[in-house]
């Protein structure tokens, strides 16, 4: 069983940086490849990055390459993601998500399991 609980999530200003974290309560968040996702208001839900099981293969958006950092503490069953140099159009509800297998993929239709989310808010 995969339960995931986002935090992290807050108000800041354009050029700040936040540091999502994503905790998984089963007992095989090794066994997951886990990726970020987002969604702003009115708009579908878009890929941010993803995370192999093993931590040694990242994948990432090109609207947030360079900026943006995912990791992945498996003795911690933690997923994180580092945002860096914020830009308003970052603000969005953030979800991260596990799917079974090592393999980072982008689709959000071939993520098993998410969390709640958790909203970020980047002001001008």
């Known amino acids: 069983q995969v339960q995931l609980v986002e935090s992290g999530g807050g108000l800041v200003q354009a050029g700040g940086s936040l540091r999502l974290s994503c905790v998984d309560s089963g007992r095989t968040f090794n066994r997951y490849a886990m990726g970020w996702f987002r969604q702003a208001p009115g708009k579908e839900r878009e890929f941010v990055a993803a995370?192999?099981?093993?931590?040694?293969?990242?994948y990432y958006s090109d609207s947030v390459k360079g900026r943006f950092t995912i990791s992945r503490g498996n003795a911690q069953n933690t997923v994180y993601l580092q945002m860096n140099s914020l830009k308003p159009e970052d603000t969005a509800v953030y979800y991260c998500?596990?799917?079974?297998?090592?393999?980072?993929?982008?689709?959000?239709?071939?993520?098993?399991?998410w969390g709640q989310g958790t909203q970020v808010t980047v002001s001008s």
């Open positions: 998500a596990a799917r079974g297998g090592p393999a980072v993929v982008a689709g959000p239709a071939r993520y098993d399991y």
């Open positions: 995370i192999s099981w093993s931590g040694g293969t990242t």
